[in-house]
């Protein structure tokens, strides 16, 4: 970590563009960060805000030790709002004011009217009014709709800061109206580097845990923090590989249980369809590498992460999880069972 890449693990380039926008005085008023969950989105766009408004800075990067930095980095301060699913609205009743409680699976277009609501009011403190939507692709489209009035007319004082992991579920509207910039994760080696200078851990622990995050340093991190998080995506892996090899009894069985998981334990159904997303990605760079025969061809590696994305989007939807889950089930290639490991470790970064 140095200062030049704004003490963040990795998306040194990134940095360097926001930097210099900063530098030559012409940062944009909205910038879409993507990337991968865990990539380290979040964390790029608190720096930046931290950039701004930071007591100390040293050689242009956040102290991230005076008081506005670490409110910041706890989500206190006044200027920033986040804007996510199941965030506070304006409108009055008793289906509105905090939508935490009533299982959005959308950021609301009322959200979004309390955003330009806001947006127009001064900041309190800071040089601009930061706005931080996690994620841009959990819009509803109405509400994307309804930002593109903020987006295209934004008051002088706000900096909207979008991050997405998918952009292909965006508006292309939403998105030509931003500055685009993508961040990657981390080569292996690089971040197995990092990880044993911020955790102290061993070799191969480290590079264990770079393998299994996929080269995300901010997932490695949850992972190496909340082992029930690791275990539940080592099940997700097995299962992606038993079930690669199943029939369609026992595929459905597994789509009902999923789906009744769905309502209540949303984020460790996304994490699990994010690790089977790696596991297929993984098929595909097998079958486009190796000469000779494998698993899987390349096309049936991409119809089942075509099946994959679909399957999400129905879900984030709210339409019927057990005929979407099934529907995926069904578009899943029958795969031969493996042989040995090998096959359950990721090979791309
Ligand atoms: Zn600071
Ligand atoms: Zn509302």
């Known amino acids: 970590m140095t200062t030049a890449a704004w003490n963040m693990h990795g998306q040194a380039e990134p940095v360097r563009a926001l930097r ?15 990337g991968p969950a865990g990539v380290g989105k979040a964390t790029l766009a608190r720096r930046l805000a931290q950039t701004l408004v930071c007591e100390s800075l040293e050689d242009g990067a956040p102290c991230l030790e005076c008081r506005t930095c670490k409110q910041i980095e706890a989500g206190t301060y006044p200027d920033i709002e986040h804007i996510a699913i199941g965030g506070v609205c304006d409108e009055g009743g008793p289906a509105h004011k905090d939508h935490s409680a009533d299982n959005s699976t959308r950021i609301r277009i009322c959200q979004v009217r309390r955003l330009e609501r806001v947006a127009n009011l001064a900041p309190y403190a800071a040089p601009r009014r930061i706005f931080i939507i996690d994620t841009a692709d959990d819009f509803q489209r109405e509400a994307a709709h309804a930002l593109l009035k903020t987006l295209e007319e934004p008051p002088s004082s706000v900096l909207l ?7 292909d579920a965006l508006l292309p509207t939403v998105r030509s109206r931003c500055q685009e910039i993508a961040l990657h994760p981390m080569p292996y080696a690089e971040l197995t580097a990092a990880l044993r200078e911020s955790f102290e851990l061993d070799e191969i622990t480290a590079a264990r845990l770079a393998r299994d995050a996929h080269g995300r340093y901010g997932l490695a991190h949850r992972m190496h923090t909340d082992p029930s998080l690791a275990m539940l995506r080592e099940t997700a892996l097995a299962d992606c590989e038993r079930l690669a090899a199943a029939g369609r009894n026992e595929r459905f069985d597994y789509a009902g249980t999923v789906a ?5 334990e949303r984020a460790s159904v996304l994490e699990t ?5 790696y596991w297929w990605r993984d098929r595909l760079h097998e079958a486009a590498n190796t000469p000779g025969p494998t698993r899987c061809t390349a096309a049936e590696a991409v119809r089942a992460l075509q099946a994959l994305t679909r399957v999400r989007e129905h879900l984030m939807a709210n339409t019927y999880p057990q005929l979407a889950m099934e529907a995926m089930m069904l578009d899943l290639p029958t795969l031969a069972a493996a042989h040995g490991e090998e ?6 970064v």
């Open 161 to 167: 800061i979008l991050l997405a992991t998918d952009i």
């Open 20 to 34: 210099h926008a900063l530098d030559g005085g012409h940062l944009s008023h909205a910038y879409l960060l993507t």
């Open 343 to 348: 096959s359950r470790a990721p090979l791309m």
């Open 260 to 264: 009744s998981r769905w309502s209540r």
């Open 273 to 277: 369809l994010d690790a089977w997303r």
